[in-house]
Every structure is written in C-alpha cells, then in structure tokens.
C-alpha cells in the first residue's frame, strides 16, 4: 500500500476517535452546566492552539517537501480514489453480504483522502505565498540599484555636459583675426610684447597680442582718416580739370570744321559719325535713349557691339512738323455732313454705305494706332565665335511703346532641326522672367486697343513684340512692371530700384539712369541667350539622330563623374510633339495644375526600352533653358500603361530627374549639357526601376526578371517601397534618398 493509502487509513481512524470523543464530551455535557464557561474558554483557547499548530505544521510541510514529491502524492490519492470508487460500485451492483457496512467504511475512506487532497492544496498555497515574498524581496532589490544606476546616469550626462560646456566656451578675443605670435614679438615694441614675461605664460601673451593689435588699429584709423582727406582734395582737383576741359568743346568743334579736308584725304569716319549725330536727333525720346545708352557702353567696354539709326529721314522730319499742329483725336466719330442725293437713297443703302465707311475709318484707326516710327535703331550684338544677334527697336508713336525684332546671323549654317530654336522670333522670348513680349507693359494701352477692338498679339509681325526690358533699354518706367534682373547660375547682376523722380507723366518717364544701368545686364543675356540656343540645337539635332543611349552626346568628363559605366535602357526616340498633346496627357496634369508648364515651353517626347518595358518621357523645355530646368512627365508601359499617381515608385524616378538635377552640374558650361544629363540619368533610373522591380518579381515569370547590372544592396526601402535611384560615384553603388 502506497503512503497516500496510508495516510488515508490514519485519517479514518482519527476520525473514529474524534466522533468517540465528542459522544463522551456530549454525555458530560448533558450531566449539568457549571463547567460550560470554562469548557467555553479553554475550547477557543484550544482552537486558536490548534489553528496555529496548523498553519506551522502546513508550513513545514512545505518546506519539507518539493512540489514533484507532492505532485506525485496527489496523483497517488487520486489513483486510490478511483480504485475504492470502483469498489463502491462492484459492492451496489454485487451486494454480498454485509455490504453497505463495506461501502460505508470505503465511503468514509474516500473522504479522508479528499481531506488529503485540500491539505495538499493548502501547502501549495503556501509554498506559492512564500515564492511571491521571495520575488518581491527580490524585485524590491532590483529596483532599488536600477534606481541607484540611472541617478549614477544622470549625474554622468551631467558632468559630461558641464565638462562640454568649459570646453566649448569662446571669449569675444577669440573672434578678434591677430597677428601671428612670431611675428608679434618681431613688430611689436618690447613695452608692449614683454618676452620674459609673456613667452611661457600664454594668457600675458594673450593680453599683450590684444594690446598690440589696439595699437595697430589706432594707427591705422588715423592713416585711414588721412588718406580719405587727401582723396576729397584729389577729387576737387579732378572736378576743376573737368570743368576746363568741358570749356574747350567750341574749340575743338572749330578745329574739326577746319580739318575737314584732311579727314577727306584719309578716309576718317568722323563725318559719318556726325551724319548719325544729326539723325538721331530726329528719334524720339525713347529711341534716343536707347541710342545714346547703347553706344556709350559699346564704345567704354564692348566695341564690339554696334549701334546704327536706321530708316526715312524725311517721313521723320514731316512727322515732327506735323506734331507740332494740334492733334485731332484720332477714336472721334465722323460728324461730316451728306450730301443731299445720299439723303434721297434707300435706308437700306445708306445703312451700308454707313457700315463700310465705319469699316474703312476703323481700319484706318487701327493703322494709325499701330503705326511705327519712321526711324529706328538696329543694335548688333556680336559674339566671340563670329555670331550675331540683330535687334532693331521701334517706337510705336500711339501706343508710346518699344518694339523689338530680332534676327539671328550665324558663322555657319547649322542641320536644320524639327524645331526651329534659333528662329528670330523666339530667340528673345522670355529672356526675364514673365516677359514673352505678347502683351503691352503699358496699362494704357490696354484701353486703347480695346476701343478699337484688336489685339496686339495678332500683329507681333509687324510690329514687333513690346518686351518689357526694352522699355527699360529706352528709359521707358511703366507702373506695371518692374525692371529686368538676371539669376543664371554664379553670375547674377539684379537691377537696381526706380529712382525717386521716376513718376509716370503722360504715359511714360524717361528714365536716363535706369537705362544706363540695364544696358550691360541686356546685353550679356542676349549673348547668353545665343549661348544656350545654339548648345539646344545642337543637342536636339543629335537627339533626333540618336537610336541608343551611348549616341547621347555628353561630355566624357561628366560621363564618368555622373553615371556609371554600362546602362542597359536605350533611347529609341526623339521627336517634339504640341501643346495639345502634352495637354492630352495624363501624366503631365499634375505640372500643367501647378502650372510649372505653359503653351510657352517646347515639348518633346523620348521613347526608352529595356526588353518588353518601355518608359516615356515627355519633355517640357522652357523659353528661357538652361535657366529654367525642363520638366520631365513619365508614363510607363509594362503590363499596362501606368503615371507617377499609380506607382510609387514611378513618381520618386519623376522627382529624381526634376528635383535632383542640381547633382549633375557645377558650372554653367556643364548647366548647358542639362537636358541630354537628364535623358542618361532618366535611362540609369530605368535600369534601376526594372532590376529592383525584378527582385520582388515573380521567379517563373522570364519577363519580369533583369539581370542585376547596377549595385545596390537593399532593392526597396520604407514604407512607400523606395527604389535606390541616387548614385554615388566614387562608391559606384546606388541608394535610396
């Protein structure tokens, strides 16, 4: 018999005791009630004893024993359980003789072992209770040195930061540029330096360098306020020599009168200029301030530009003996009396004969209203490889506005291209910024040609285009425009601010000064202008020959520093499309929205293919390029046409091109290369979209696997799955920005 069984035998028989006990307690019980308060008394005193004594005892216990040993105690009960259990039943369905004596005293040893049973749970509470101490004691424990640690942390971050503190702590001397300490002590007076003093004891040298640069300073403000009297009175000197030689013009215009024979004899130029003296004082104001401005920059730095006045010298004198005559309003209405026979026609005649005259009188309004100056300026600007830019000036005398037409003449004749970027008529277009030169900076000429109903735009041929900088060029100050400045690249050359007395006087101020200080800034972005016009054409006429990546033309110094060796996508076409089809697009909503894209720009489109993926990027090229970057619009054709709103990773390739261009140029030589720059890096990106698109590709699909020719080393990164399309030269490696 097991010891569960054991201990179940010696329960029953405790049990039989105790009911003993009790019957012999009730039969003393029943004698009288004298001992029942003491019986009372020493019982509770005898339960609490026993309370006690259990608890300890349970105690013991479970120090005495480990939880394997109780674990198989109960499973030895519990087995004895069933088993006297199953006697039970045997006997009820047996019923031998004197069996319910049998079931009774099995029945009575079941529920001893369930007194085994809950004895044993009472240990394992306790042994349970006794754990939780032990982990309290111990977290309590824990706590305490972590809090120990972290106050050790604090107070070394703290003296870390004080100690950073002292270290980076910087005086005002510091910021004080001093002489060198060797040649201190080789300047410096004795007095002052102190080289026994100072040598080894580094803050007397340091009060004594400070001294001495004091000193220095002192001198040099006084020899600073000597040399300032010293150039007044230079100055003054230069003003009375001016004023004599201003005395001497009558005689020297005496002595040219007589030396005119001579000029005849050796062919001098002088007449001529004096010819061109005398014409030009038949331009008007504006035209005159152009010509003068211009020619004096021409002749002080830039002889290379020429300046002539050009036109009917005649039509020109009668004009301005005409304007002396009072001037009839030209928008009146025709008041003129009919003759007697038109009054005896039909109403329906004389209604149009009415309506034609209204027509010949509008027409001859609309001539008079856009009529030109009989006289105009043709300004020649040439450049260093034998180029020139034509521009001829006229002064629209209704209007009171400068027109410019351009004409280009080249050293060479170039390849004509499907897109004529040389053309005259659009060379100077935008040349500043919001100036296409297709409306009138005169906000009075607004009012004027809508009373006569045209539109200035509709007659650019003829007239010309009104650009806002060649008001400027003629001293020309409307309120409604501000003057020209130019931003390209290191070189920017801002213009200055209207001067004070630059009020508005009948439709325009001739603004002498403003006129002078815009001429050089004109003039060099004419010639950049040509710069970057001929570097486009060139580009488009390799472009539109070009059937592979490697036929674009790159410099091989910006090859190597930009891009990596092999790219697999090919360039397959080249060619310019209309405002109309970029419009039809839906790749390029997003630009003409953020209105980045205007009919303004020229278009194009290029076709790139690797195997069965095709990309197309359609090219928005500004008026003003290299200045303005061109805006690239991606559309992808794989498994379906796909923009930059559907993938991802489409629109990070568009941000690549159109917001990291900066990486590809350092200098405005290489700003030149921009666009065929950004046709390869658009090709390196493709290779790169198709290699890391294949990583996540389906393995069983040929057609969505590349071979891995770029080196990145994570294909997609973050949450929107960012391709590595940035590439590190010097590492030859690509990543994600």
Partial sequence: MGRGEEDGESGSRDAKRRRKNEGEGAKKNSGGTEGDSRTAAKEKTVVGDTFQASLEHEASEAHSRTEEEDQRLVASIISHVRTTMKEILKLKQDRPEQWSSEVEERRTQVLMLMLSLRRLSRVQKVRVRDARERTAEARQGVDGVTLQLQNLLYEVAHLKKEVRRCLDFQSADQEIDLVPVEQF???????????????????????????WELVQRRDQ?????????EKEAVAEAISEQERKLASLAPRINTILEATRPLQVALDLPIDAKREQQRIVQLLPSPLYT???????????????????????????????????????????????????????????????????????????????????????????????????????FHYMQVLRIITAKCTVLLQENLKATLTDVISGDTLLSCLFPEDDGHTSPNPANFFQLNHIHINLSDHLATTGRPYKWAQHLAGLSFSSYQQPSMTEDSQEVSAVSPAP???????????????????PIIIQAI??????????????????????????????????????????????????????????????????????????????????????VVLEAQVAVAPDHPS????????????????????????QMEKEINVHWDELVSCRSDRL????????????CLDVFTEASSAHSDPNNPGSHFHKEKIFFRPARGPDRAFPFKYHPKLGVFSQR
């Fill in 501 to 519: 007395d630059s009020s508005p006087g009948e439709g325009e101020v001739v603004a002498w000064q403003e006129s002078a200080e815009q001429v």
């Fill in 527 to 612: 010639r950049r202008r040509l710069q970057a016009r001929l570097a486009l054409h060139t580009q488009l006429v390799n472009l539109e020959t070009a059937n592979s990546t490697n036929c674009i033309a790159i410099p091989g110094e910006l090859l190597r520093h930009h891009f990596p060796g092999k790219v697999c996508s090919e360039l397959r076409s080249w060619r310019p499309i209309t405002w109309a089809d970029y419009e039809a697009s839906p790749a390029t909503q997003h630009f003409r929205e953020a209105q980045l894209v205007t009919s303004q720009h020229l278009f194009f489109l290029a076709v790139l293919e690797r195997k069965q």
């Fill in 185 to 211: 002590y080789v300047e410096a007076p004795e007095d002052i330096s102190r080289p026994t003093e100072t040598v080894e004891n580094l803050h007397e040298q340091r009060l004594a360098r400070l001294q």
């Fill in 290 to 392: 152009l010509w003068v401005q211009v020619s004096a920059y021409g002749e002080a730095f830039d002889s290379s530009i020429k300046v002539e006045v050009i036109g009917d010298m005649e039509a020109a004198r009668k004009l301005i003996a005409k304007e002396e005559e009072p001037r009839a309003d030209i928008y009146s209405e025709s008041d003129n009396e009919q003759d007697q026979q038109e009054e005896n026609l039909s109403r329906k005649k004389r209604s149009h004969k009415t309506q034609k005259m209204d027509a010949d009188d509008l027409d001859d309004g609309v001539r008079q209203t856009l009529g030109l100056h009989p006289l105009n300026v043709k300004v020649t600007v040439n450049t260093k490889e034998g180029n020139s830019v034509v521009v001829s």
């Fill in 673 to 684: 290369q921009l666009l065929p720059l950004l046709l390869y890096r658009l090709a390196v």
């Fill in 221 to 229: 403000t006084q020899l600073f306020d000597k040399l300032t009297k």
């Fill in 628 to 651: 303005t970057v061109p805006v690239v619009a991606l559309a992808l054709r794989w498994e379906g046409l796909h923009h930059a709103d559907d993938i991802p990773q489409l629109r």
